[in-house]
Structures are given as structure tokens and as C-alpha cells.
T-cell receptor, first 114, second 111 residues
Framework: KAGVTQTPRYLIKTRGQQVTLSCSPI?????VSWYQQTPGQGLQFLFE???????NKGNFPGRFSGRQFSNSRSEMNVSTLELGDSALYLC?????????????FGPGTRLTVL | GENVEQHPSTLSVQEGDSAVIKCTYS??????FPWYKQELGKRPQLIID?????GEKKDQRIAVTLNKTAKHFSLHITETQPEDSAVYFC??????????FGEGTQLTVNP
């Protein structure tokens, strides 16, 4: 079974631009969560989507948004990029039902904001 | 919200020794505690997890213990090998989908 995939793997943007990242979960998984990883802040939860609905949200500004499609693929968007948005963005998929369950991470998208 | 603290931030051991990493959490409602291993440039990979109805879980050289009363859990790696060198993250969750991570521990196993 194919693992979680993310595209693109690397992105370079300038301040003020916007960016869209994509995540394809493991087949059958209906939950996709997004995390931001930085050396200073570690791994922080952005949001989770389940069956095309945002089910959980972290403490990030409204510039960070996401969506999920009917095939469970998910995208996250960051508008008006700031230097501090430079990070590794990881998505993770899980079955999403019956309470807790293992999350499988994708390889991440490395975003650099200049 | 949930807060997870992890210690130590760096740990260096000799090959064959044991390594212990400790985490504490703040939300008594947390019921799922996974541990992830992240090698340089790679994705985090789950190595073991424990649920709140279990006090200890073991998988070959890796074990995790949970003390709900004290709100702390620990990772134990025995007979360490150089390939165990990586950053280890603990996490806690009340919902399963929202993981709150510790700051990470850089484990170095010296041959």
C-alpha cells in the first residue's frame, strides 16, 4: 500500500506571496492532519480534516487554511507569506474513526520564504 | 490546551547501553501517547504507542511506560545500536487526530 505523499517537496517563495501544498493520504484513510516543524517551535498542529470538514484547529493565524476533497486528498494554503513561515510542513493521515489511531506522516514540504 | 515537556533534549550513550527519555503532559483527558523517531531529512515514524488503559507496552528492544496519576510516560530503548541514533518525539492526544508533541530528544549512540 502506498504511503502518504506530499507535493511539492521543496518550495521557495518571497514575502507576501501565497502558497498551496498538497497531501495524498494512504488509501482508505479519511483523516488528514497538518503540522508545521521548525527548529525553534518543534512540531505544531495546524488543523485536521475528516470527510471534507475541518474537525480540529490549532493556534495558527487565519492566513493558514486548508481543505479536503472527496477523495480525502488535502491541501493547505498560506497567504501573505512571512519569513517566519519558513518550515517543514508535514501532513499525516489516519483512519480517523473510532477515537485514537496511528498517524502516518508524509515526507513533508520544505518551504523557504525569502 | 495540552502541554508536553520532554527530557533530556540530547542524550549520548554507548552502543549496548540503555536509553531513557521522559515526557510529562498536562491534560488529564489525554488518552493516547505515541513515540516517533525522525532521522535526519526523513519523516517522523511511529515506533511505539500506548493508550491510557495500559501501563506498559513492549516491542522487542523498545518499551513505553505510562503513569496516569503523575501524568508522565517514558521511552526505554535497551541494547542500543548506532542505527537508533535519531531525534525522538513523544506526543499526547485527547482526540487521536490532534497530537501535541514534546520538543524532541537527539539520541546519539556511539559505536
Amino acid at each position: 500500500k502506498a504511503g502518504v505523499t506530499q507535493t511539492p517537496r521543496y518550495l521557495i517563495k518571497t514575502r507576501g506571496q501565497q502558497v498551496t501544498l498538497s497531501c495524498s493520504p494512504i488509501s482508505g484513510h479519511r483523516s488528514v492532519s497538518w503540522y508545521q516543524q521548525t527548529p525553534g517551535q518543534g512540531l505544531q498542529f495546524l488543523f485536521e480534516y475528516f470527510s471534507e470538514t475541518q474537525r480540529n484547529k490549532g493556534n495558527f493565524p487565519g492566513r493558514f487554511s486548508g481543505r479536503q476533497f472527496s477523495n480525502s486528498r488535502s491541501e493547505m494554503n498560506v497567504s501573505t507569506l512571512e519569513l517566519g513561515d519558513s518550515a517543514l510542513y508535514l501532513c499525516a493521515s489516519s483512519w480517523g474513526t473510532s477515537g485514537v489511531g496511528e498517524q502516518f506522516f508524509g515526507p513533508g514540504t520544505r518551504l523557504t520564504v525569502l | 490546551g495540552e502541554n508536553v515537556e520532554q527530557h533530556p533534549s540530547t542524550l549520548s550513550v554507548q552502543e549496548g547501553d540503555s536509553a531513557v527519555i521522559k515526557c510529562t503532559y498536562s491534560d488529564s483527558a489525554s488518552n493516547y501517547f505515541p513515540w516517533y523517531k525522525q532521522e535526519l531529512g526523513k519523516r517522523p515514524q511511529l515506533i511505539i504507542d500506548i493508550r491510557s488503559n495500559v501501563g506498559e507496552k513492549k516491542d522487542q528492544r523498545i518499551a513505553v511506560t505510562l503513569n496516569k496519576t503523575a501524568k508522565h510516560f517514558s521511552l526505554h530503548i535497551t541494547e542500543t545500536q548506532p542505527e537508533d541514533s535519531a531525534v525522538y518525539f513523544c506526543a499526547a492526544s485527547t482526540s487521536g487526530s490532534r497530537l501535541t508533541f514534546g520538543e524532541g530528544t537527539q539520541l546519539t549512540v556511539n559505536p
